[in-house]
């Protein structure tokens, strides 16, 4: 049997029209990280990314996510992976009834 693991995208040009405010209330250490990025379209990948990550089940702040081994976000009871390539950032996660300190 197989699963089935739901994959989310998002392009930049959505970000950019995006209402940025309940991010910038929710996530303000990710809004920060984005004003560090040099490039606008790092800048719009990162942004993009903390929206698709509030599409996780119980995350809706940056209180439900800690940060695994490498730096990277992480959810309890969640596995997921951010990634981006402009112009498309993308999300997937598959449920972890176990924890572990392993980033994948």
Same mark, same amino acid.
């Given at each position: 049997m197989s699963e089935t693991i739901p994959v989310y995208a998002i392009h930049i040009d959505t970000v @950019? @029209? $995006?209402?940025? $405010? *309940?991010?910038?209330?929710s996530m303000p250490a990710r809004m920060e990280k984005a004003r560090r990025y040099r490039f606008e379209r790092d800048r719009l990948l990162c942004v993009g990314a903390g929206l698709l990550m509030r599409r996780v089940p119980g995350i809706h702040d940056e209180s439900g996510l800690r940060p695994g081994r490498f730096g990277k976000p992480r959810a309890p009871g969640y596995r997921f992976s951010v990634c981006g390539q402009a112009p498309i950032g993308a999300l997937e996660w598959v449920e972890? *009834?176990?924890? $572990?300190?392993?980033?994948?």
């Amino acid at each position: 049997m197989s699963e089935t693991i739901p994959v989310y995208a998002i392009h930049i040009d959505t970000v @950019r @029209r $995006t209402n940025w $405010t *309940p991010l910038q209330q929710s996530m303000p250490a990710r809004m920060e990280k984005a004003r560090r990025y040099r490039f606008e379209r790092d800048r719009l990948l990162c942004v993009g990314a903390g929206l698709l990550m509030r599409r996780v089940p119980g995350i809706h702040d940056e209180s439900g996510l800690r940060p695994g081994r490498f730096g990277k976000p992480r959810a309890p009871g969640y596995r997921f992976s951010v990634c981006g390539q402009a112009p498309i950032g993308a999300l997937e996660w598959v449920e972890c *009834p176990l924890e $572990t300190d392993e980033d994948t």
